[in-house]
């Protein structure tokens, strides 16, 4: 599989043909239909990238790009924009998009485009630097350490990936079978209890108060967000 898109376009014909296309090349196809569905499903979804059409139904493709820059989703957005339209693309850029397309497009220039930004590493964890840092915490995703007010924090190495893949996937919903597939391997849901473990020890290990997380977050019914 070469990724997960997410495409949020309201015309039928053009979520067929690109979706078709998308899926020929070996992407995974996921459709949202109008704004409100299709930032919904950027937040509670996992996607490598997201193809957002700027004309939407409910509510305008910029909106839903702000929306989920202001939810700290930091997934790729690629905009369809209308011909001329020479203001569209700047302020897609402006609120977060990273890329655009004008409207009709040539299917191989979307395609060469949605291959980029995919190329371009879909998380951006350090900015190049490797490290991260929240609250008072610093983590060295290259040495593999993560230390509190300068402190040493002493996490297990399984404690340490689910931590990376929080501060890769920030922002984003992500259930514990995801986790559990990700961070463990397992296929199964029998030990999405196991996932709960050790988010509660990685809370134990870098909340103020553990009680009240203000980074790892449970997200009732669905799972974890990470918040940074
Ligand atoms: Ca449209």
Redesign the pocket.
């Known amino acids: 599989m070469r990724g997960n898109v997410l495409f949020v376009?309201?015309?039928e014909a053009l979520r067929m043909t690109v979706g078709d296309r998308l899926r020929n090349e070996g992407y995974t196809v996921e459709y949202a239909v109008n704004g409100d569905e299709g930032f919904e499903k950027a937040t509670q979804l996992p996607f490598d990238l997201i193809i957002l059409?700027v004309?939407?139904p409910k509510k305008s493709g910029f909106e839903v790009c702000k929306q989920i820059r202001d939810a700290g989703l930091i997934t790729p957005v690629l905009m369809l924009t209308a011909r001329g339209q020479t203001s569209d693309k700047v302020n897609g850029l402006k609120i977060g998009a990273d890329d655009y397309v004008t409207k009709p497009f040539n299917m191989l220039e979307l395609m060469a485009r949605v291959e980029a930004l995919l190329r371009r590493a879909p998380f951006r964890p350090a900015d190049q630097t490797g490290v991260f840092d929240f609250g008072s915490i610093h983590v060295d995703l290259v040495g593999t350490e993560a230390a509190r007010d300068g402190v040493p924090v002493n996490l297990s190495a399984r404690e340490f990936q689910l931590l990376r893949y929080f501060i890769e996937h920030r922002g984003a919903t992500l259930s514990r079978e995801e986790l559990l597939r990700q961070v463990w391997g397992y296929n199964a849901d029998m030990y999405t209890r196991t996932v709960d473990v050790h988010v509660a020890g990685l809370r134990q290990k870098l909340e103020d108060d553990p009680k009240q997380p203000k980074f790892i977050l449970t997200v009732q019914g669905l799972g974890y967000k990470f918040k940074a």
């Open positions: 376009e309201d015309e059409d004309m939407l």
